[in-house]
C-alpha cells in the first residue's frame, strides 16, 4: 500500500519540478561559463596591468600604453583593429575602432553588436593615486587603483566575454564592432570630430553595449538603458560702472552683479522640472572678473563703494532627453535678455554628452539579458533610475541604435575619486553575462 501511495506522489513532485525548472544553458553556453571561469585569474592579472598604467585623459602616451595592450588582445580574437589618432584636432588621444566581420556577410550574424568603451580616467599623472592594490580585509575580493572601476574593470569584463565566446566557437559567427574612445572622461570638441568614429559605428549597429561600471542598489544588480545629458553654459554681464551711492538711478542702473544675480534666481524659481538639474559651479564680479585658462577658477578685483561693471556665473545642465535640453535652453536665453535697468547679458552653451532616453527596444533587451540571468541562476537586473547616474559615451549613438544597455561591465565604488574599488567577483559574473547575452543576440 505504501509503494501505491508513495509512487503517484513521486511522479506529481517530479513533474512539479519539470515545469518549474528554469532554462538550461546549452552546451555552448555552458563551455562559455567555464571558459570565463578558466580564465578568472588571467583576467584580474590583465586589470592590475592596464591599472598600474597612467592613462589621465590629458596623459596621451599613457593612453596610447594601454590601446598597445588591448590591440594584440583583441587581434588573436580574429578582430580587424585600428588606431585613429585625434592628438592633431583635439589634443586628445583616439579611438581604438576593431571589427569582427561576419563571414556569411554584413548584417547576415544575427544582431550586428557595438560594444563601447574608454581607456582614459580621471586621474592624470599628478594625482597621488596611482597603482592597484587589493583592499586589506576583502578576502582578496576588493581592489583599489586609479580606473579599476571606471572603467579598466569594464574592458576585462568585455575582454573576458569575447575569449569566452571564442572558446565556445560562439564568435565565429558574430559580427561585433568594438570603439574605445580615449578620452570619455573629458571629449575633444566638436564632437562631430571626436565621436566620428563611433556615430559611424552606431548606424551601423543594431544593440550598443556600453561596458561603464555596473551597479547594485539595494542588494540588486542594476542595469541602465538611458542616460542624462551633461553639458556646461556660462553668463557674462555688464553694468555702467560707478560710486555705489548712485547705484539704481537712472543712469547708472544696478550693475553686473544684481543682473547676475537676477538672472540666477530666476533660474532657480522658473526652470525646475522633472528629470533636470541644473548646477552654478563658480561665480565671479567685481570692477573686473577673470577667469583661468583651464575655466576651472579665476581671479575679481572690485571695492564695496563701486558699482561693479562686469559678472560672470558658469554651471552644467543634465536632462532626461534631448527634447528637455532645447526646451531649457530656451527658456534659459529668454530669463537673461530680461535686463535691469543699464545691464546687459549673454549666455553661451558649450558642447557636452546629449541625452539617451528610454525606448522600448531597450526594455525589450533588458528582458533578453533576464533571460540570461536566469539561465546562469542570477537574480533579474533591475532597471536603474537615470537620476542616479552620469553621461556617457552611448548616447552620441542612440539616434541610431534601436536598443543599448549601460553598466554592463564591473561593479565597485567610489568612481572618480582616489580609492576607487572594483569588486573583483563581479568581474566573471558580469563577463558570463555579457558572453551568452552577445551569442544569444548574435543569433537572432
Excluded at 367 to 391: R, S, Y
Excluded at 402 to 429: K, Q, W, Y
Aim: glycine letters at 10%; one cysteine or more; charged letters at 20%.
Amino acid at each position: 500500500m505504501t509503494k501505491l501511495v508513495l509512487a503517484p506522489l513521486l511522479a506529481l513532485a517530479a513533474a512539479c519540478s519539470a515545469q518549474t525548472a528554469g532554462p538550461k544553458l546549452t552546451a555552448v553556453e555552458a563551455t562559455m561559463v567555464r571558459a570565463v571561469d578558466a580564465e578568472k585569474s588571467a583576467s584580474l592579472a590583465l586589470l592590475e596591468r592596464i591599472v598600474d598604467i597612467n592613462s589621465g585623459t590629458m596623459n596621451l602616451p599613457g593612453v596610447v600604453a594601454v590601446k598597445d595592450v588591448i590591440s594584440p588582445q583583441l587581434e588573436a580574437l580574429g578582430f580587424k583593429v585600428r588606431w585613429n589618432p585625434m592628438e592633431a584636432f583635439d589634443k586628445r588621444a583616439g579611438d581604438l575602432v576593431a571589427e569582427h566581420a561576419c563571414p556569411a556577410g554584413a548584417g547576415k550574424c544575427g544582431k550586428r553588436l557595438l560594444l563601447i568603451g574608454h581607456m582614459d580616467t580621471v586621474f592624470e599623472p599628478s594625482s597621488s593615486f596611482q597603482k592597484y592594490t587589493i583592499v586589506p580585509g576583502t578576502n582578496g575580493n576588493v581592489a583599489t587603483g586609479p580606473g579599476v572601476n571606471d572603467m579598466k574593470g569594464g574592458l576585462v569584463v568585455m575582454l573576458s566575454a569575447l575569449k569566452a565566446m571564442k572558446a565556445a566557437g560562439a564568435l565565429d559567427m558574430a559580427e561585433i564592432t568594438i570603439v574605445l574612445s580615449g578620452d570619455e572622461e573629458a571629449h575633444g570638441e566638436p564632437t562631430d570630430l571626436s565621436r566620428r568614429d563611433m556615430i559611424e559605428a552606431g548606424k551601423r549597429a543594431d544593440v550598443a553595449l556600453e561596458f561603464e561600471n555596473n551597479s547594485r542598489i539595494g542588494g540588486k544588480d542594476m542595469i541602465r538603458i538611458s542616460r542624462r545629458s551633461s553639458l556646461s553654459w556660462r553668463i557674462e554681464t555688464t553694468g555702467v560702472s560707478g560710486h555705489s551711492s548712485q547705484i539704481f538711478n537712472d543712469h547708472f542702473g544696478y550693475g553686473a552683479i544684481y543682473e547676475l544675480t537676477r538672472i540666477l534666481d530666476q533660474f532657480r524659481t522658473q526652470l525646475p522640472e522633472h528629470g533636470l538639474t541644473y548646477n552654478v559651479g563658480m561665480v565671479l564680479g567685481g570692477a573686473t572678473a577673470t577667469v583661468n585658462p583651464t575655466n576651472t577658477g579665476g581671479s575679481a578685483t572690485g571695492k564695496s563703494n563701486v558699482i561693479p561693471p562686469t559678472a560672470l556665473a558658469s554651471g552644467d545642465i543634465r536632462t532626461l532627453s534631448n527634447d528637455q535640453t532645447e526646451r531649457t535652453e530656451a527658456r534659459m536665453r529668454v530669463i537673461v535678455r530680461d535686463h535691469l535697468p543699464k545691464t546687459g547679458a549673454t549666455i553661451t552653451f558649450n558642447e557636452g554628452y546629449p541625452a539617451m532616453a528610454e525606448t522600448d527596444a531597450a526594455h525589450a533587451l533588458v528582458g533578453q539579458l533576464n533571460e540570461v540571468n536566469a539561465a546562469l541562476g542570477l537574480a533579474p537586473q533591475e532597471i536603474m533610475d537615470p537620476m542616479l547616474g552620469g553621461a556617457g559615451d552611448i548616447a552620441f549613438v542612440a539616434p541610431y541604435v534601436p536598443a543599448g544597455l549601460v553598466g554592463t561591465g564591473a561593479m565597485g565604488e567610489g568612481a572618480h575619486a582616489e580609492g576607487e574599488t572594483v569588486f573583483l567577483d563581479s568581474i566573471p559574473r558580469e563577463a558570463k553575462r555579457m558572453a551568452l547575452l552577445m551569442y544569444r543576440l548574435s543569433k537572432t
